[in-house]
């Protein structure tokens, strides 16, 4: 009686709250029925990957695409095949376009911190086997200067829901950034790949908890691959048991922008 009582008292707070301050669209002023859902507009708009898609790194597929994947190596795009990833699956929510962006950027330059919840119940629909297998979850991290001028890793705070979501263990700072890089978003995948290197370490202190376990790699966007490849790396040398990747969107063509 007790219990129900308190859920009665829950729902009529959720349902006052609802009235006083009626929940929004993600993306836009619409009102919607439940927090963290989108208006019909814009869930039209919203470019989920869905089957079928590259295995190794969520790229998805145009129909003739997955004709000619499934005469080769299974599903792995022609990028995959040419330069296999140091990881073993790759998993994406959203295609990183305008509407993507929408989404993404507000939470990692905005404040918008309630986006990180629903960023993550996407990325657990398109990533549920991974987060099953998965015995620890780790974000990709920020260096330091940037944390205290962001006040929060986007990341982590992504590798957070989904490890409340899953029912698995996050090691939120497993990974750290020992140097400062450049701002990748206008540099060519190369010279992405240039700047990562060795970038990116495993905190010695964290070496036990990562040593053997199976590891999901979280971040918020794959562009080029150049910071989870070095991630991964980094990983490795905590003779981590697998590494598998999620992210919330990808661009179409990572490599080649």
């Not at 009665?8 to 927090?35: E, I, N, Q, S």
């Not at 409340?164 to 990748?184: E, N, P, S």
């Not at 790699?217 to 490795?236: P, W």
Request: aromatic share 4%; net charge positive.
């Amino acid at each position: 009686m007790i219990i129900g009582f308190g859920s009665g008292v829950r729902r009529a707070g959720r349902a006052v709250l609802d009235l006083l301050l009626p929940p929004l669209c993600l993306t836009c002023d619409a009102v919607v029925d439940t927090p963290g859902a989108f208006c019909p507009a814009c869930f039209r708009q919203t470019g989920f990957i869905t089957p079928p898609c590259c295995e190794t790194c969520g790229a998805p597929f145009s129909r003739a695409e997955a004709a000619v994947g499934a005469a080769r190596r299974g599903r792995m795009c022609a990028d995959c095949q040419d330069d296999p990833p140091p990881w073993g699956r790759g998993r994406a929510a959203l295609r990183y376009d305008a509407q993507a962006r929408r989404l993404v950027l507000p939470l990692k330059y905005g404040d918008r911190t309630e986006l990180a919840p629903a960023l993550a119940a996407m990325m657990m629909r398109a990533g549920a086997e991974l987060v099953r297998e998965a015995e620890v979850i780790v974000p990709v991290p920020l260096h330091r200067t940037r944390l205290i001028s962001r006040r929060f890793n986007q990341a982590a705070l992504i590798a957070g829901q989904i490890g409340r979501l899953g029912g698995r263990a996050v090691v939120l700072d497993g990974l750290v950034r020992v140097r400062r890089t450049a701002a990748l978003a206008e540099l060519p995948a190369q010279a992405r790949a240039v700047e990562m290197d060795r970038a990116i370490a495993v905190r010695p202190g964290r070496l036990e908890r990562l040593r053997g376990r199976r590891v999901l790699l979280v971040d918020d966007v794959l562009t080029s691959g150049s910071t989870a490849r070095a991630c991964a790396f980094a990983l490795m040398t905590a003779e981590v048991a697998w590494i598998d990747l999620l992210v919330a969107a990808r661009v179409s063509d990572p490599r080649r922008r």
